[in-house]
């Protein structure tokens, strides 16, 4: 790509849902520099819309200067602005005949059986996008039971009946879609099935990472929905081995990944290729429902090479009050008392920091043994340690069902400076030694 190195870009064109090596960047930006995405709603509204080839819709990735493969990026979360003024959201149905083999992925007309073909939206409610071609009701998915959620500051309210239809009406205003989005707004359904309760807003990205070395469905960068494309039938295919090496988790789901973390991200291609998107207003651990409130959101992060930190996944940095209580970082009266009370047994405690390690897999156990296996080689411990040190220091977490996890430790700040990541763990954390 022809072009200078940017302090501050600007990134407002969306993908047509699948990342990789030959997707056109949107630019490029300066190790150490700033990258502004713009980006609508992740989940629902792509689902919905047959001409989308991922099950999100994110934003173009962007190329950062010195990074290799081999490498790792910093991406940190400075701020995420909520655009829309609601949303809708709510457990999915897949329609029988509307896809071959995904319907995240390889979306069809039922009725003519065109591939990814171009709609037009009648109306509202659950049959208003239809094939451009024949006029059938061409959504893959339906909302079996579902809200519609009013945005309002701090809040998040759930809309009677009358209201969504309200909201229906005039979606793509509530959407707030940005210019480029080619999405249907998911606002159009009216689903009103859960309505008249509060929740808090507490926005996070679902999306957010490098691009895989091989071109797939943005919402499949994971060990979960990624091992959907093994030997699958449609063009989107990877092999067992391109699963194994060629991922890089961006598709995370964790609540923690929001404003004041770093997410430490692997790079499978020259560039690493930076995206985000599918931020949503709330979700509690684990995504259970499969689905939350997306929102379209400009999102403010700072990216910054980590030369030879070469990783099999990504490694978070949340912020202090999202650790669980026995990885939180020590403060300084704290830690200087527990060096008092080890000295009196002849024991020179070690300084730490604490680090997730995220683990994806198609189910939860393989997910967090697959993130202790990744512990284990990036730290060169014994697998037993890496148990013993989370069992004692840390905990796991589920980030999304089905398969992805979050594993805390405490890790010794000597074994940190090994990798590198021994000062961008302290200046985090603040942490007193």
């Not at 302090?7 to 030959?22: A, C, K, S, Y």
């Not at 309505?195 to 990205?205: C, I, Q």
């Amino acid at each position: 790509m022809v072009g200078a190195y940017e302090d501050v870009l600007n990134v407002g064109e969306m993908t047509d849902g699948i990342i990789g090596p030959d997707v056109r960047k949107a630019g490029k930006v300066a190790d150490g520099g700033k990258i502004i995405f713009i980006t609508p709603p992740g989940c629902w509204g792509p689902m919905i819309t047959p001409s989308i080839r991922g099950g999100h819709e994110v934003a173009r990735p962007v190329e950062v200067e010195n990074a290799e493969v081999g490498d790792a990026i910093a991406i940190c979360i400075e701020k995420v602005k909520i655009l829309s003024r609601a949303s809708c959201s709510g457990v999915d149905s897949p329609v029988d005949g509307a896809f071959s083999g995904d319907p995240y992925v390889a979306k069809r007309c039922p009725k003519c059986g065109k591939e990814w073909p171009e709609y037009r939206v009648e109306g509202t409610g659950q049959e208003a996008v239809r094939c451009a071609e024949c006029g059938s009701p061409a959504s893959p998915f339906r909302m079996v039971h579902g809200y519609t959620l009013i945005i309002d500051g701090g809040f998040g309210f759930t809309a009677d009946a009358s209201v969504a239809k309200t909201v229906a009406e005039k979606a793509y205003d509530f959407s707030a879609l940005p210019e480029n989005s080619r999405q249907v707004p998911i606002l159009i359904f009216g689903k009103s099935d859960l309505s008249r309760l509060v929740t808090r807003v507490r926005p996070h990205l679902g999306q957010l990472g490098t691009i895989p070395a091989v071109n797939i469905p943005d919402s499949h960068n994971a060990g979960d929905f990624g091992s959907f494309l093994i030997n699958a039938p449609h063009k989107y295919g990877i092999t067992m081995e391109q699963y194994e090496t060629a991922l890089t988790d961006g598709h995370l789901d964790v609540d923690s990944v929001r404003e004041g973390c770093i997410v430490i991200a692997p790079v499978r291609v020259r560039g690493g290729g930076v995206y985000a998107g599918d931020v949503h207003a709330m979700q509690g651990d684990g995504e259970v429902a499969g689905h939350t409130a997306d929102v379209s959101a400009e999102t403010t992060v700072s990216v910054s090479v980590l030369k030879g930190l070469e990783l099999d996944g990504p490694l978070l940095l949340p912020p202090a009050e999202d650790l669980p209580p026995l990885a939180k970082p020590w403060k300084k009266d704290e830690w200087e008392s527990a060096e008092e009370a080890a000295r009196k047994m002849g024991i020179e405690i070690e300084p730490v920091a604490p680090i997730q390690i995220i683990g994806s897999a198609p189910t939860v156990n393989d997910a967090a043994a697959r993130g202790f296996e990744r512990a284990a080689r990036l730290f060169d411990m014994r697998l037993e340690e890496v148990l013993n040190r989370v069992t004692i220091t840390g905990a796991v977490e589920i980030g999304r069902l089905p398969g992805i996890v979050q594993i805390s430790m405490q890790v010794p700040l000597r074994i940190l400076e090994r990798t590198g990541l021994d000062s961008i763990a302290v200046e985090h954390y603040s942490l007193p030694y």
